[in-house]
């Protein structure tokens, strides 16, 4: 498989959550607990951000959790799609909306190309939205270019073990990608800093959530918007005896009478560092930097 069928096409991306919007909240079970585990990282982080910007908002959650938690801060919600933004706004009355608005904007954009000024932004935090993007270099190198000197990137996104059960399942019937493609933690580490981050602090866990059947995993998957939108992914529906075979495969993985579906997640925060001035040998003789 060439490296080309691992692109994710952006059209099928944003049409998929402009469809998933109003069942996302339902199953996004998973996003709203790493979320809070997220935000419970915060409490040892002792800084206050005037401007936070929500990289793939999504329905909001995370948004509001953040304006609970920096009330005096100025919030932006950036997701691909319009429909989660809007799905996101308040319908309260008007004047609740107006003062929630004089907090919080919303921008339909791409995180890979966010269309904010340079050195603009406090904190850029990211739940569960870097694996969509295809170049995470350039990803980086745009969350350093808006965030101020001394701006500190949170992030979770999932790793490669991420699905292992579905995508050993359907291994066995084609070589089709059937999952979306998830990069290494350290290379997600290397990436930050040849990006000028400075010491990024990564980790990362396994969380396994459970169904009654694959049809469960398949609904889920659909319902937060999570579909296969890679370019080596099979274009035509696949045929009865191809699923029955895939299905029978992860049946071989049911325990205690549920499937399991595990997704590694992966951790990360990191800081903008004050640029250093490149000082000139008589300089640092001046300083007393040198003998």
Not at 135 to 148: A, Y
Not at 224 to 229: E, M, T
Not at 233 to 260: C, F, H, S, V
Request: glycine share 6%; proline share 4%; charged share 25%.
């Amino acid at each position: 498989m060439n490296s080309d069928e691992h692109i994710l096409e952006k059209k099928h991306l944003r049409n998929a959550f402009e469809r998933a919007a109003t069942s996302y909240d339902q199953a996004a079970v998973l996003q709203r607990e790493v979320c809070n585990r997220m935000l419970s990282r915060l409490e040892y982080i002792k800084y206050l951000p005037d401007i936070i910007i929500d990289a793939g908002s999504g329905t909001g959650y995370g948004t509001e959790q953040l304006a609970k938690r920096y009330p005096s801060s100025q919030l932006i919600a950036l997701d691909i799609a319009w429909s989660m933004l809007s799905y996101a706004r308040p319908d309260t009355t008007w004047w609740q909306r107006l003062l929630h608005q004089q907090r919080a904007s919303y921008m339909c954009a791409d995180i890979e190309n966010p269309p904010v000024k340079d050195a603009s932004i406090g904190l850029v935090w990211s739940n569960l939205a870097l694996q969509w993007c295809n170049d995470l270099d350039h990803t980086f190198s745009e969350m350093n270019r808006i965030l101020r000197t001394d701006g500190l990137l949170m992030f979770s996104t999932f790793g490669p073990d991420t699905l292992k059960e579905l995508r050993q399942s359907f291994a066995q019937v084609d070589t089709f990608s059937h999952v979306n493609r998830f990069i290494d933690m350290h290379d997600i580490g290397d990436l930050l800093v040849r990006n000028g981050f400075s010491t990024p602090v990564m980790d990362m866990e396994y969380i396994t959530v459970t169904y009654p059947d694959v049809t469960s995993v398949m609904r889920d998957l659909k319902a937060i918007g999570a579909h296969n939108v890679m370019q080596g992914r099979r274009r035509g529906l696949m045929g009865k005896n191809a699923w029955q075979k895939a299905i029978g495969e992860y049946e071989k993985l049911r325990t205690d009478g549920k499937l399991p579906a595990t997704f590694e997640v992966v951790y990360g925060h990191a800081w903008k560092p004050l640029r250093r001035s490149v000082l000139t040998p008589e300089t640092r003789r001046q300083l007393g930097l040198m003998g």
